[in-house]
């Protein structure tokens, strides 16, 4: 009998740690390049190969289970793809000579990575672009081309920078929730520790301990 309850709860824990897994389908359209393996790896380990498939004509699907949604590394013929899996079934546009994942169709993280990069151009390619306007004019005088100038421009990208960084606080503190969001402070916290903690500190404990999550909280040690 107690053989029989063993068996029971085994199968009942197999079937929880297998509901836990995350399940998923990506299929491939890469212009440029023709056949080859198609590669997914961890973004902090480029030698253990998660899954595997064979791209033909630049098609492939690559298929499976991986421990949770997140970041991850695609190598596609040797191009590498850094890309966040958060959907069930996605569709990769891409182009071998120059990889990104801005057209892969079926992930959420997508739609806040195309939010963000217009609160990017808003907030900082905007005002750099007009302190250049300005900049550009002092340096047509050779006499003016001098310290002046340097200074001035300098301040604007400093400026800017830190508009930048206000309004996406402001966007981290609105979507605490969201996957993407500790995937770009990834980036972002290079540039100041202290304003990182401000950020990761504003996501909800489930983002904190997602993937992304974690690898974001050890940048900050």
Do not use: C
Not at 18 to 29: I, N, R, V
Not at 152 to 157: A, S
Not at 158 to 181: C, I
């Amino acid at each position: 009998m107690k053989q029989i309850i063993l068996f029971i709860l085994l199968g009942a824990m197999a079937h929880v740690v297998s509901a836990q897994k995350y399940s998923f389908m990506l299929k491939g359209d890469i212009i440029n390049v023709k056949d080859g393996k198609v590669l997914l790896y961890s973004p902090v380990d480029s030698v253990k190969v998660l899954l595997a498939t064979e791209m033909k004509d630049g098609l492939f699907t690559l298929a499976g289970e991986l421990d949770e949604p997140g970041l991850y590394t695609l190598d596609v013929a040797g191009a590498r793809f850094s890309i966040v899996l958060d959907g069930k079934e996605m569709t990769l546009y891409g182009d071998y000579l120059q990889p990104d994942t801005k057209l892969l169709k079926g992930s959420p993280a997508v739609k806040t990575r195309l939010e963000l990069e217009r609160l990017y151009y808003e907030n900082f390619d905007m005002m750099v672009n007009e302190g250049l306007e300005k900049y550009y004019e002092m340096t047509e005088n050779e006499q003016k081309q001098s310290d002046q100038a340097e200074e001035f421009i300098g301040q604007v990208i400093r400026d800017a920078s830190s508009n930048w960084r206000t309004h996406l606080l402001e966007f981290v503190k609105t979507h605490p929730d969201d996957l993407y969001v500790p995937v770009l402070l990834m980036r972002e916290v290079r540039q100041g520790i202290e304003w990182g903690k401000k950020a990761y500190e504003a996501l909800t404990p489930k983002m904190q301990a997602s993937q992304p999550g974690r690898l974001l909280k050890e940048m900050l040690k």
